[in-house]
């Protein structure tokens, strides 16, 4: 099977390493790629916007399965062209995507079927947004509606918050479109959850794992929202008749409606929950694998990771017996540049990643580096991810930390609490 992945970070990365020790895949390229991934998979430098260029190339290349990791290609309806051209896609088509693009449109939906979700107002300018926060209990939240990498989510302690919050979406411009609309929620108070599910052509909804990512910069779950600083799978409290349930009520109900609606939804499910003392609730709609949480999941898991993908895009996950893993717990450790989420240097040395000492549960992947004279330099905001397998989560964290320390990078940063919950209380 000829394979094209969609995509640069460290997502694909793992991406296309599971995909590669599958024996039925028989070409593995992905666009655009990277000096890491080239290591693993052919990288084609095309501009991913340009849809046209990569059906051209999936044409010419007798390209068999398409699997898209980030969600813009997604909400820009490349699923849609490559589909309409007879090419598998593992991916949502644009509207199917829009429960990720649009937190209105996937709060209209729960609204509308009932599942549970945090009491919601949608504003789409900054004057009625301000007299609707003076007139609220605190904290709440406030979020870009559109897509903002994972940092349009604000929790707001005071009115002044709120304030500082509003200005960034409608005058400041700080997430471009993405903020001219807000959602403005109840703050919920939990354990918070991601809970992975696959769904193919024809809907049946497949639960995959459960995971935690930490998204704050800092320790303690303090400072600003990131693309996600580590994150451990499965969820230890979650078991899998609890994840099934789970599925059943914040998935299967979604998946059927768009169907209703004419929207069929193929690929990942990626549902943001919160465990509160009331039952659980959604916070968020994600269309495609999580970024960091697929540095862990792909690790440990032993089933074929295309069959699952191509079973998606045909229509034959009901055939799945059973999902194997290799070990109980997985855990990935983002190593990000001083400075990120806001400013931070690129291209600094990233020395001693060729002299590590990792062992069949270790894992290395690149989510922001570049390769100049056979040197590793930094070239994005989050920049490795080092993965392990095993069946403590204390000890997985202890290896990463002690693979961490055999690298050498002055510009590096990196949480020492990920998995806190469940290690460290």
Known sequence: MNVLVIGNGGREHALCYGIKQSPNCSNLYCMPGSDSISEIASSIITDVDDHDAILQFCLENKIDLVVIGPELPLTQGLSNLLMNNAILVFGPDQMGAELEKSKKFTKDICKKLHIATAAYDVFDNYDDAFIFCQNQSYPLVI????????????????????????????????????????????????????????????????????????????????????????????????????????????????????AEQGIKYQGMFYAGLILTDKGPNLLEINVRFGDPETQAIIPLLETDLLELLHASAIGTLNEIKKIKWKNDYAMTVVMAAHGYPEDYKKLTPINNLENLTLTTDDYLFHAGTMLKENKWLSNGGRVLNISNTGKDLKTIRETIHNIINQINWDEGYYRKDIGWRYIDE
Do not use: R, W
Request: glycine share 10%.
């Open 143 to 258: 979020k870009a509606d559109g897509l903002a990498a994972g940092k349009g989510v604000i929790i707001c302690q005071t009115m002044e918050d709120a304030k500082d919050a509003l200005i960034k979406c409608f005058k400041d411009n700080s997430f471009g479109d993405a903020g001219s609309v807000v959602v403005i929620e109840e703050f919920l108070v939990g354990e918070e959850v991601s809970l992975f599910s696959l769904v193919d052509k024809n809907g049946f909804v497949l639960p995959l794992t459960t995971a935690q990512d930490h998204k704050k910069i800092l320790e303690g779950e303090k400072g600003l929202n990131t693309g996600g600083m580590g994150a451990y799978t499965p969820v230890p409290s979650i078991s899998s008749n609890k994840m099934n349930e789970l599925s059943k009520t914040f998935v299967e109900p979604i998946v059927q409606h768009l």
